[in-house]
């Protein structure tokens, strides 16, 4: 249930725009299959068609017809970065998400992708799941969008079970994890903390971020 909701969410996250790149972290085979499916079949591939700037009245009956259907996201097909992956195919997919315009979602294994991976093309990423793993990963993970040439605020976000579950009330141990390691690096006074959104992100999943 929580990986639909998650997908609903990253769905609904690039819907925003055209442009922007997300990546979106999870740990488990099951959750990145769901996900990458999801994700895929949310995806318009249809041509985009050119109309006149002054067709303001066609404009609108769009939108409103829009807001009525299934929220659709464009890009190209999500990448996935995974243990499953071989060196030649993940090269291939970073170098894609790096420099191609139209890849603009990459799903990652939180361990795959913690070391030698550069993704900088992005300033946003989710992560599905947190609770439950090494502090260290997640650092590791959310580093790589930190990497030399990022000039933007990178935020991530997390996606919890909502209040009331195991995964919330575990919550606290992973945030005061991540902040120590924070602290580590940047020293007590200047650890990163958690906006906290109490707001349902979807109907199974709370959303926590920070920006960096």
Same mark, same amino acid.
């Given at each position: 249930?929580?990986?639909?909701?998650?997908?609903?969410?990253?769905?609904?996250?690039?819907?925003?725009?055209?442009?922007?790149?997300?990546?979106?972290?999870?740990?488990?085979?099951?959750?990145?299959?769901?996900?990458?499916?999801?994700?895929?079949?949310?995806?318009?591939?249809?041509?985009? %068609?050119?109309?006149?700037?002054?067709?303001?009245?066609?404009?609108?009956?769009?939108?409103?017809?829009?807001?009525?259907?299934?929220?659709?996201?464009?890009?190209?097909?999500?990448?996935?970065?995974?243990?499953?992956?071989?060196?030649?195919?993940?090269?291939?997919?970073?170098?894609?998400?790096?420099?191609?315009?139209?890849?603009?979602?990459?799903?990652?294994?939180? %361990?795959?992708?913690?070391?030698?991976?550069?993704?900088?093309?992005?300033?946003?990423?989710?992560?599905?799941?947190?609770?439950?793993?090494?502090?260290?990963?997640?650092? !590791?993970?959310?580093?790589?969008?930190?990497?030399?040439? !990022?000039?933007?605020?990178?935020?991530?976000?997390?996606?919890?079970?909502?209040?009331?579950?195991?995964?919330?009330? !575990?919550?606290?141990?992973?945030?005061?994890?991540?902040?120590?390691?924070?602290?580590?690096?940047?020293?007590?006074?200047?650890?990163?903390?958690?906006?906290?959104?109490? %707001? !349902?992100?979807?109907?199974?999943?709370?959303?926590?971020?920070?920006?960096?």
């Amino acid at each position: 249930a929580k990986a639909a909701a998650a997908a609903a969410w990253v769905v609904r996250r690039l819907a925003r725009d055209d442009r922007s790149k997300l990546v979106v972290f999870a740990h488990h085979v099951d959750v990145l299959d769901a996900l990458h499916g999801a994700v895929e079949a949310a995806r318009d591939d249809s041509p985009r %068609t050119t109309r006149d700037d002054d067709d303001d009245d066609d404009d609108a009956r769009d939108a409103a017809a829009a807001s009525k259907e299934t929220t659709r996201w464009r890009g190209g097909p999500p990448g996935r970065v995974d243990g499953a992956a071989s060196g030649g195919i993940r090269e291939q997919l970073l170098a894609a998400f790096r420099r191609d315009a139209a890849a603009r979602c990459l799903l990652v294994s939180v %361990t795959a992708g913690g070391v030698g991976v550069d993704l900088s093309a992005a300033h946003d990423a989710v992560f599905v799941e947190a609770v439950g793993l090494d502090a260290s990963w997640l650092r !590791q993970a959310e580093d790589r969008l930190h990497r030399r040439g !990022q000039t933007r605020r990178v935020v991530a976000t997390y996606l919890l079970a909502p209040p009331g579950s195991w995964e919330d009330a !575990q919550w606290p141990r992973v945030h005061a994890r991540l902040r120590a390691t924070s602290g580590v690096a940047n020293g007590e006074d200047n650890a990163e903390a958690f906006a906290v959104c109490r %707001t !349902q992100a979807s109907d199974d999943a709370s959303r926590k971020s920070r920006g960096s």
